[in-house]
């Protein structure tokens, strides 16, 4: 008798890694309406105060200014100015997707991956896309294919470590009233911890109480930052099984992979994870390997939304979702509603960190939740325009 054929395909539903690069491939952006060269001028950096805006000019006049992630270009600003910025003067901005493989290989710049990188690269990728939004008249969205949805569910997470449970309640209130989300998220643990809570016993009281304050409706989420092992980032899962958590984000420490595949195999509970992932190839073989449920690959700290965008491509090959870790400031929370408008698998709900306090006008958007939905902008670009006074006052470093 033949041997019957293999199950090992057919119990194992992960795609292979060929699918996934095959999913990943495929250009990002769509520049119909753009039949000629839009040749950068010019990429600026400006500060005015606390405040960095990246400035792009194209050698026909157009004009793009937007807001990189201000805290940490307070850090990387010299890889901008020394390496980044200079590779993509003079160059076609169309060619924006080449243009990204090849700066990581300029000079050696994959020696800097990490924030270090792709920070710089990201406010590159963010400067041109405008650049070429305002050239042809187009919002973002229709760049990378179109939106999908242009309302988005967001949720609300708290900041706080080490109140009490009665005040981390008290200020989830709060917050969820501001916004009307359907969502929300606290911390869990006491962040790279090694299972040290933030205040003995805090994270066991707060999970249950959390769902008895909140009722059966509102999606609970929560986000341990690293802080458990294994066994412990497992029991502290089952906990939030119990009471129908939505996701569990980074249970063990974020670079520790077999680790968080491990919590992830013995839960139910989905676990997300990706926001200190700065590699294509790490997010590759962690969803190869189903190490998490939820990818959350942030857009800045990853080099920008195209590099998401395939991120996003693999896990939907891979039945996966997809949700944005927000940096905090700037106006990452406005980046982030065009990037979710877009993908295929997106989670069923966006963390929103705005306002911002930027001088922001936008005439296609209230830019704030109503109902914990937020419109996305649909005008040229990012659909969004900074005080021009605002603009004037910063300066080239
Ligand atoms: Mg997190």
Sequence with gaps: ????????????????????????????????GLGAPVRVASLELLRTGRHFLVRARSTDGAEAVI????????????????????????????????LLEEVYREG??????????????????????ELLGQTARRPVTDLLGGARRRDIAIYQASGNRGNTPAQEIEYLRKIVAESGARALKFRLGGRMSKNADSLPGRTETLIPLARETFGPEMTL?????????????????KLMEQHQYGFYEEPVPFDHLDETKQVADALRIPVAWG????????????IHHRGMDIVQPDLHYFGGLIRSTRVARMAAEAGLTCTLHMGGTGLGYLDAL???ACVPNPYAFQEYKGPSGL??????????????VVRVPSGPGFGYTLDPEFVKQAKPM
């Design 221 to 237: 989420l929560a986000d341990a930052n690293s802080s458990y092992d294994v066994p412990k980032g497992i029991e502290i899962g």
């Design 359 to 372: 001088p922001v006008a936008c005439v296609t958007s209230s830019l704030q939740p109503r109902d914990g």
């Design 108 to 129: 050696s710049n994959y020696k800097f991956q990490g924030l270090a990188l792709w920070v710089p690269v990201a406010a590159v990728e963010f400067a041109l896309l």
């Design 338 to 340: 065009h990037f979710m």
């Design 275 to 286: 926001e200190q992932e700065f590699s294509m190839w790490g997010f590759r073989w962690m």
């Design 67 to 98: 807001v990189p992630n201000e805290d940490r270009m307070h850090d990387v600003y010299p890889v901008f100015l020394n390496r980044v910025a200079p590779f993509f003067v003079g160059k076609d901005a169309r060619d924006l997707e080449r």
């Design 1 to 32: 008798m033949s041997p019957a054929p293999s199950t090992a395909a057919a119990a194992d539903p992960r795609p292979s890694l060929e699918a996934l690069d095959r999913a990943a491939a495929p250009p990002v952006l769509h520049l119909e």
